[in-house]
């Protein structure tokens, strides 16, 4: 059993893409945009694939891109919860978690290079997104509570927040599967470019440079509290798109 693993390492090694070739190929095979978020569209996804280039050439497997991309992460958790807000607590905190999300892209298109996407990879992803994503905000509510100056009623906003980005990404994947195990087709919301633009605010990407206001208490809770509501009014809409989509499951007239 040894042998035979060495032996197709070899193979796999000797049969590799270069580096150009990959990202090349990546170029190709890139997920519709429709829909998404201008910075995860044209910025997080297109950088993504000069890294999943490199993490391939280098052997890195989609897990290990994902333990990787959470990793990343977690220091930036670490910096809200153990540092006091600085501007360059911050800036920190925004790279590593612009980092990690890039490398969040990533590690589907390493998937798509070497033909290991699957249910255990999209597993994982999914359950380092489940821990990240109130992780971060559960750590803006310990930034908050160790600055100085801001009343206590501010401590309810990061649990909004993620209760609202909870709910919504549970919605999404929720729906996904069962609109795949009922037969309905799975489609991207919006038309094209104008929609992406108009999502910015509920974009990723978007939220990971909010921190670059982090040093600034009163400006990135302003900041902060904005973004709630408009992801709150987005979470609501997509809920209700979903509902009504997966009422057709059983409807007489479905089909």
Same mark, same amino acid.
């Given at each position: ?87 360059? #607590?911050?800036?920190? !905190?925004?790279? %590593?978690?612009? $980092?990690?999300? @890039?490398?969040?892209? =990533?590690? &589907?298109?390493?998937? *798509? ?57 549970? #919605?999404?994947?929720? !729906?996904?599967? %069962?609109?795949? $195990?009922?037969? @309905?087709?799975?489609? =991207?919301? &919006?038309?094209?470019? *104008? ?61």
């Amino acid at each position: 059993m040894r042998v035979r693993v060495m032996v197709g390492t070899a193979a796999d090694s000797a049969d590799k893409l270069s580096y150009s070739a990959a990202v090349r190929q990546l170029a190709h095979a890139q997920k519709p945009g429709l829909g998404v978020p201008a910075y995860t569209r044209w910025v997080n996804r297109r950088m993504a694939k000069y890294v999943a280039a490199l993490a391939y050439r280098w052997g890195l497997t989609p897990n290990m891109v994902s333990v990787i991309s959470a990793a990343i992460s977690a220091v930036g958790i670490t910096v809200l919860v153990l540092i006091r807000p600085t501007w360059w #607590s911050g800036v920190a !905190a925004a790279v %590593l978690f612009a $980092f990690g999300y @890039l490398l969040d892209s =990533a590690d &589907g298109q390493v998937a *798509r290079l070497t033909g290991r996407s699957g249910p255990a990879g999209e597993w994982v992803d999914h359950v380092v997104d489940a821990i990240r994503i109130p992780a971060i905000h559960l750590a803006v509510m310990v930034g908050i509570f160790r600055s100085a100056g801001l009343p206590d009623w501010t401590l309810v906003l990061p649990i909004l927040y993620c209760l609202q980005a909870v709910g919504l990404f549970m #919605s999404q994947i929720l !729906a996904e599967q %069962l609109s795949k $195990f009922h037969g @309905l087709a799975v489609t =991207a919301p &919006g038309t094209g470019r *104008r929609q992406s633009f108009v999502l910015i605010p509920t974009d990723t990407g978007t939220f990971c440079w909010l921190f670059v206001a982090w040093g600034n208490p009163q400006l990135f809770l302003w900041l902060y509290a904005a973004m709630l509501v408009v992801n709150s009014a987005h979470a609501a809409i997509s809920m209700r798109r979903k509902y009504k989509k997966l009422l057709q499951i059983g409807s007489p007239t479905a089909g």
